[in-house]
């Protein structure tokens, strides 16, 4: 990408970048030394505060433009998800009807092929109690393992009434219930409440699964 960056900023970021690079792991063995790697912290401390103003020089003003433009949008933006939230929450009640409606014809059409499967297992039964009676006992076996054959004719009248375009799927949600109850691994530590409870506590803080200790830190005010 083309740098595009005022030349003053340019040049403060070479310069800084060279200092930057000229930090190495630094062992103090007296108080001279100690006095130096002060002052070289402190400058770090002070380049880096430099640095992080010359960014929001840059920043600043896109951030601003940004939230300008967001502001403009977000509105609408959210006009518009809340009309498809309502038509989808229209669409799922109106597919629930008619999943209803289709179970409630299949059951009367299933009703309707076992019935008709009675009828028909019915009147070969009577066929084959004549051939018995007329003395044909071979054609009545036939008719009986004719009629244990006949079973319902499955009929299906589900039909496609859903809009081109427009899918259904299913997924799996969740809803806390009962905290208590939830296994630990679906537990999130809040490490920031931890952290603030060591801060405040120090020395007599104590929770069960938690080691609190104190590190050194070190602190360095800029020039």
Not at 49 to 66: G, I, N, Q, V, Y
Not at 83 to 105: D, Q, Y
Not at 137 to 146: D, I, R, S
Not at 164 to 177: A, C, N, P, Q, R
């Amino acid at each position: 990408m083309e740098n595009t960056l005022p030349a003053e900023i340019q040049s403060f970021l070479e310069i800084v970048e060279m200092e930057a690079e000229g930090c190495v792991e630094v062992i103090i063995n007296d108080d001279q030394q100690m006095q130096e790697a002060s002052t070289l912290l402190r400058s770090i401390k002070t380049r880096a505060k430099e640095l992080e103003e010359k960014r929001f020089e840059l920043t600043r003003p896109l951030d601003a433009a940004k939230a300008n433009i967001m502001a403009l949008f977000k509105p609408i933006a959210d006009k518009l998800a809340n009309g498809e939230r309502l038509i989808k929450t229209g669409i799922i009640n109106r597919e629930r009807a008619i999943a209803e409606e289709n179970r409630r014809l299949q059951e009367i059409a299933d009703k309707a092929a076992a019935e008709e499967a009675e009828r028909k297992k019915a009147a070969i039964v009577a066929d084959a109690e004549v051939a018995l009676a007329e003395g044909k006992p071979e054609l009545a076996v036939a008719y009986v393992n004719k009629a244990e054959e006949v079973k319902p004719v499955p009929v299906n009248v589900a039909a496609n009434r859903r809009p081109t375009g427009i899918s259904l799927k299913e997924e799996w949600v969740h809803e806390v219930t009962d905290q208590k109850l939830i296994p630990d691994q679906f537990k999130t530590i809040d490490e920031a409440a931890l952290a603030r409870y060591a801060k405040a506590m120090k020395e007599r803080a104590e929770v069960p699964g938690v080691k609190f200790f104190k590190r050194e830190v070190v602190a360095a005010r800029r020039f």
